[in-house]
């Protein structure tokens, strides 16, 4: 993962996070070592937007 350095030390970071959340009893998403990778990917540099998604956003029909 680039940018997050020790990615051990990011995931039980994550982890550690997730647990404390469910002892609060939200729900807790529970990510294989790949998908985590390909989220943060994804939040870090998301798809630029289909022309569908922007006609809709603008109020227009798919």
Known sequence: MRGFGNS???RESVQS???EKASYNNQVLVLSEND???FVEMMVNPPKPSSALIALL???SV
């Open 8 to 10: 051990r030390l990011a």
């Open 17 to 19: 996070q997730s647990l």
């Open 36 to 38: 985590a990778q390909k």
């Open 58 to 60: 603008k109020g227009g």
